[in-house]
């Protein structure tokens, strides 16, 4: 089961900032969130990952909260290209193997 | 810097057929995984190939198989397909455990 929570949906506004919570309680020490999005039938891109710092990059800032349980992702001016759905995941790993484990996402809508 | 390439498409093969999907990593990655999309979920891990072993297998019956080869291309073989083996079917490669970067998948339709 994916060890994150996100809402299903959310809207912003053209040339707005959008910022997508996630939630992740039980992630362990290790652990790093990682941020996806996919654009309607294509594949998941990927957009950002921290561990307990914050992060920023051409595409994102990431905001993980002091005690690791929740973050956020910041895309500071949404143009409608950026509607896709985003997945928050907790990268999970065991003896040297990593998978990702996908939840349901954020199905983010940017409107004129 | 070519990215994750996937072959084919699209495509479409009858009720206990087999596919064979092909992945070609990100320059530089060593690691394979393939994952599948059914319509309006995430993506579900299958399984991943290191130094052409398979590493980790998710939830998946022994229908699905895969292979990697010596320049780290991979393969991902289903038998006897069933409807319900639709879905959007993604390849991912890292190097080591680096970041996982996707192709834009194959889409599979079984009929």
């Known amino acids: ?112 | 810097d070519a990215g994750v390439t996937q072959s084919p498409t699209h495509l479409i093969k009858t009720r206990g057929q087999q596919v064979t999907l092909r992945c070609s990593p990100k320059s530089g990655h060593d690691t394979v995984s393939w994952y599948q999309q059914a319509l309006g979920q995430g993506p579900q891990f299958i399984f991943q190939y290191y130094e052409e072993e398979e590493r980790q297998r998710g939830n998946f019956p022994d229908r699905f198989s895969g292979h990697q080869f010596p320049n780290y291309s991979s393969e991902l073989n289903v038998n006897a397909l069933l409807l319900g083996d639709s879905a959007l079917y993604l390849c991912a490669s890292s190097l080591a455990q680096g970041t996982i970067y996707f192709g834009e998948g194959s889409w599979l339709t079984v009929v």
């Not at chain 1, 939630?23 to 654009?39: A, K, L, M």
């Not at chain 1, 895309?75 to 907790?90: E, F, G, K, M, S």
Request: charged fraction near 20%; hydrophobic fraction near 30%.
């Open chain 1, 1 to 112: 089961d994916a060890k994150t929570t996100q809402p299903p949906s959310m809207d912003c506004a053209e040339g707005r900032a959008a910022n997508l919570p996630c939630n992740h309680s039980t992630i362990s020490g290790n652990e790093y969130v990682y941020w996806y999005r996919q654009i309607h039938s294509q594949g998941p891109q990927y957009i950002i990952h921290g561990l307990k710092n914050n992060e920023t990059n051409e595409m994102a800032s990431l905001i993980i909260t002091e005690d690791r349980k929740s973050s956020t992702l910041i895309l500071p001016h949404a143009t409608l290209r950026d509607t896709a759905v985003y997945y928050c995941i907790v990268r999970t790993e065991n003896t040297g193997f990593q998978k990702l484990v996908f939840g349901t996402g954020t199905r983010l809508l940017v409107s004129p």
